[in-house]
Structures are given as C-alpha cells and as structure tokens.
C-alpha cells in the first residue's frame, strides 16, 4: 500500500510540473494553458454528482472504479494525441470525466473493498 501511494504521488507530481511545459511545447499560449488546466475543476464540479449517481445506480464501486480508471487512461491517451488549443481542451476535459471519479469512488471502495482495513487506518 505504501508502495502504491509512493507511485501515485510520484506520478501526479511530475503530472503537475511538466505538464504545462509539454502543453507550451504544443504551441499554447499563456492564457491557453491557464484554461487547460483549470478546465478539470469545472468538468469536476459538474461530472462527479452526475457521474456518481450513475455508478450508485449501477450498483457496483468496483466497477465503476475499473470502468473510470480505463477511461482516464484512454483519455489521456488522446491527449497525447491531439494538436491545437480547442482539441488539447476538448480532450482534457473529456478524460477529465473519468479522472475526477476515481477519487470519490476509491474514497467510497476502500473500506468496502478490504475487510481488514478500517476507516480510521485508510485516512
């Protein structure tokens, strides 16, 4: 467990500082960039209620839990991808959607997920 939390902070922390560079790299502009990466926070205030709702309804953590983590990775995957302003923001925030889940949802798994780990322990 510690291991993975190793990772995941590794990973978001060259996310967040190299990101900008790359997307300057694709030719954005200041202001453009400032757009991108503000555009997960608004796709989050909207996507997280819409889209745990469904996963509630659907009646499976884990597998809203798989089903998001594919869809980040495919997501950002297109990222990669795309070139330009308005294709660079249509796909962040599109892979956005699935990513903002992840957090609530492995929040909402974790104690249901492992018998032997209490709420107390996962925070």
Do not use: K
């Not at 060259?14 to 997307?23: A, E, H, I, Q, S």
């Not at 957090?103 to 925070?123: D, F």
């Amino acid at each position: 467990m510690a291991a993975d939390l190793v990772l995941l902070w590794a990973l978001l922390l060259g996310w967040n500082t190299f990101f900008p560079l790359w997307l300057r790299a694709q030719g954005l502009d200041v202001e453009a960039i400032g757009i991108v990466l503000a555009a997960p926070m608004v796709v989050r205030l909207l996507s997280v209620p819409l889209t745990s709702r469904l996963v509630d309804q659907w009646g499976s953590l884990h597998g809203g839990l798989v089903a998001a983590s594919i869809g980040t990775a495919f997501g950002y995957t297109m990222v990669a991808l795309v070139d330009g302003f308005p294709a660079v923001l249509a796909a962040v925030a599109l892979a956005s959607i699935p990513f903002t889940l992840t957090g609530p949802l492995a929040e909402a798994y974790a104690p249901r997920g492992s018998p032997r780990v209490t709420c107390a322990m996962a925070r």
